[in-house]
């Protein structure tokens, strides 16, 4: 990150802090088990498959120690499915109920016209299975697998599982095939809806992380007006909104906008934007004390920043999962006045390159 900042940015001696590790109180080991959504393609022979970086090359495996305890059940059941194992109602059936399995109803869960053997295959019967997502809460308990099929048509599947099912059609929507096309994350003891379409962070201990920093970099007061330009389902808006007069947040997903304006239903001095975030921006007038950026992996780019150079706001805090990105974006927002006063790093990705960052920008 400072070289990128260095040769990028243009910032030789940028303060980068010590990466932060993260972890939930209760986890063994951090570097382990900390997904809480994974996205499957499917093989040929119907197994879930990781896509291979920068390739169209599918790569199956039968464990992967990345994914929390609860998926990593979906993808053994999946695994088992394709090798044609039948589930064991039985053998279920004997198992004692649990907190995550007291609101489930029945062992099998059939998704077509009749029951089918627990496998993911969808080619050859008019629904051909192209991604398998799966998403879980520890806080909630709930799980909920999203499927999406090339003819927006519900594949045939059995999960001897107490999860959630949701088709994700090709415009955005999800419909609900099982329970809720949604699940309910935690993070600092607020509940977030979260739609099968919807962003959320991968690492809800890395998610309380970032939620701090950006308390931390702003400092909400009871008078300041604050602005949330990337909002999602209202991760940092919503953390923000009781300690500030008024929190705006833009957003252009139609799933997250549905998901935001459900759970800041309780919060009257919370307003949701939707659209483009440069456009929108164009349209509000500040004064703003601060401003939270977390755009998606392409960054801010100029006319984001050329509207943020106009509101003024005193603080900036950007988040950021690419350094590269981060590093253009402050070779661009030095020039519209601003300066670099902090950044930390921290590993919401362990055993992987990627890097989550906060960045404190003042003016």
């Not at 199956?60 to 609860?70: I, W, Y």
């Not at 695994?79 to 399995?101: K, N, S, V, Y």
């Not at 799980?143 to 949701?166: G, R």
């Not at 307003?271 to 977390?294: F, K, M, N, Q, W």
Request: proline share 7%; glycine share 6%.
């Amino acid at each position: 990150m400072q070289d990128q900042l260095a040769r990028l940015g243009r910032l030789p001696n940028a303060p980068v802090a010590e990466t932060w590790a993260v972890a939930l109180t209760d986890e063994d080991d951090p570097a382990w088990r900390y997904r809480n959504h994974v996205q499957f393609s499917i093989t040929a022979d119907g197994r879930p498959a990781y896509q291979q970086a920068a390739s169209h090359d599918l790569i199956a495996v039968d464990e992967c120690l990345l994914l929390s305890p609860a998926l990593d059940a979906v993808h053994a059941a999946l695994w088992a499915g394709a090798a044609g194992d039948e589930p064991d109602a039985d053998e279920a059936d004997q198992q004692p109920p649990t907190a995550a399995t007291a609101g489930y109803k029945g062992k099998v869960w059939t998704l077509g016209d009749a029951p089918r053997t627990a496998h993911p295959r969808g080619a050859g019967r008019g629904q051909p299975l192209r991604r398998i997502s799966v998403r879980s809460s520890a806080a909630s308990g709930q799980t909920l697998v999203t499927l999406e099929t090339d003819d927006d048509q519900a594949p045939e599947l059995a999960l001897d599982l107490p999860v959630a099912v949701a088709l994700l059609h090709r415009d955005g929507q999800a419909e609900a095939l099982i329970g809720q096309a949604a699940i309910e994350e935690e993070v600092h003891g607020r509940r977030y809806r979260v739609s099968a379409g919807s962003f959320f962070q991968v690492n809800t201990a890395g998610a309380e992380a970032l939620v701090d920093l950006v308390l931390d970099f702003l400092d909400p007061q009871p008078s300041q007006r604050l602005l949330d330009a990337y909002a999602g389902v209202g991760l940092f808006a919503l953390a923000l909104a009781p300690f500030c007069r008024q929190v705006d947040a833009i957003e252009a997903a139609p799933s997250a906008c549905a998901d935001f304006a459900w759970n800041a239903a309780d919060l009257p001095h919370v307003r949701l934007h939707e659209g483009d975030t440069a456009a929108v921006l164009a349209s509000l007038s500040g004064p703003y004390a601060g401003i939270v950026l977390d755009p998606p992996r392409t960054g801010l780019g100029q006319a984001v920043i050329t509207q943020l150079a106009r509101l003024a706001a005193p603080r900036l805090a950007y988040v950021s999962c690419d350094p590269a990105t981060l590093a253009r974006d402050a070779a661009l927002l030095t020039q519209a006045g601003y300066r670099l006063r902090a950044v930390q790093p921290l590993d919401l990705f362990p055993q992987t390159y990627h890097v989550e960052s906060v960045a404190l920008w003042e003016r």
